[in-house]
């Protein structure tokens, strides 16, 4: 089936239970062309034109769940969202970008997700489209914590964002040179009119992180009136600060035993995430 309106995907979802929306098809089709999916029948998503692109509302962007990673990737985009602009820019080959699309990210939930350590940070929630024409909203961060799963017939119609106007950055760490899936990624927002700093670390988990404590301490330091630079080791006490909150050392045991050190490899990993919460508050802040 491809629906031209969401509508007509929900309703052609709700005709065939058994069936499985497709958007960009390159995580699905991976699922397929591996054995471990086999949907009875796909709907596809691809012709509905109201999710590909997007609108603005209350200070607010609506984007549309089929808007694709290169589309994001344009500069009249990165003006708008920087930080979503460069993860779409950062996830996958040219031709996953073409074809993936924001929603499927989202639905996907990898650890890997790169869109995803941006939505958390800038706090985004999922406009949901159900049956007879019912919209519903959800913080993304409760779909990918599974608190609020996709029911039964329901496709992702749109991410609302908030339009902070503000500087913002999105950093990657993969194993290899060239396009590749994260080790770790690290979303930084400053969020000037609530005088906040929003930071979200990506892949070292199974949804983003993020550490409150770090961004409450962080944001307190900053001169928000003024020039908003702040020195060399405050910055590197933040990325410390965010790395431990996220890869913590071990408890110690029950008996007050000493408690096991961290694998080089977990050091490794903290390393990496104190390096790109540092780099991304101080682009932020440049
Ligand atoms: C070679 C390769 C490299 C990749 N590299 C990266 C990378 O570096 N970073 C990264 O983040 N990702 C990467 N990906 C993963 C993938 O490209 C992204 O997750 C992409 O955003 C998925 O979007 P899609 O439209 O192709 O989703 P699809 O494959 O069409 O769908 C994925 C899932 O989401 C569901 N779905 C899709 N849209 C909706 C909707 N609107 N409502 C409800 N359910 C929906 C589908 O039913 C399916 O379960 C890579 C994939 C490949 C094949």
């Known amino acids: 089936m491809l629906p031209n309106t969401l509508d007509d995907a929900v309703s052609a979802l709700a005709a065939m239970p058994a069936a499985v929306p497709v958007a960009g098809g390159t995580d699905l ?3 397929v062309n591996s054995g471990e999916l086999r949907p009875a029948a796909l709907v596809g998503l691809g012709r509905i034109s109201e999710i590909r692109g997007w609108e603005y509302l209350d200070g607010h962007a609506l984007l549309g769940a089929g808007l694709t990673h290169a589309r994001m990737g344009r500069p009249d985009f990165a003006a708008l969202i920087p930080a979503l602009a460069a993860s779409a820019r950062a ?9 993936g699309t924001l929603g499927g990210n989202i639905v996907s939930a990898a650890l890997t997700g790169d869109t995803l350590p941006v939505l958390a940070a800038l ?3 999922l406009v949901i489209a159900g049956p007879d024409g019912a919209r519903r909203e959800t913080p993304v961060s409760h779909l990918l914590a599974g608190m609020d799963m996709l029911r039964p017939g329901e496709i992702v119609g749109y991410v609302r964002a908030p339009l902070l106007h503000a500087p913002q950055t999105f950093l990657k760490a993969t194993g290899r040179t060239g396009p590749g899936r994260a080790l770790a990624s690290a979303a930084v927002v400053l969020d000037p009119a609530r005088r906040s700093v929003r930071c979200a670390i990506g892949a070292v988990a199974p949804m983003p992180l993020r550490p409150l404590e770090a961004e409450r301490w962080v944001a307190s330091l900053i001169d928000w009136d003024g020039q908003r630079g702040l020195a060399p080791e405050a910055l590197a006490a933040f990325g410390e600060y965010v790395a431990m909150a ?10 007050g ?7 080089p490899a977990a050091l490794h990993l903290r390393r990496t995430v104190s390096v790109l919460a540092r780099r991304g508050l101080g682009r932020s802040l440049a």
Not at 246 to 255: F, K, L, M, S, T
Not at 257 to 263: I, M, N, S, T
């Open 246 to 255: 996220c890869i913590p050392d071990p408890a110690p045991g029950e008996d």
């Open 29 to 31: 089709m991976a699922g």
């Open 123 to 125: 706090e985004a929630t």
């Open 257 to 263: 035993a000493q408690p096991p050190e961290l694998p």
């Open 91 to 99: 996830a996958g080959p040219p031709q996953v970008r073409n074809a």
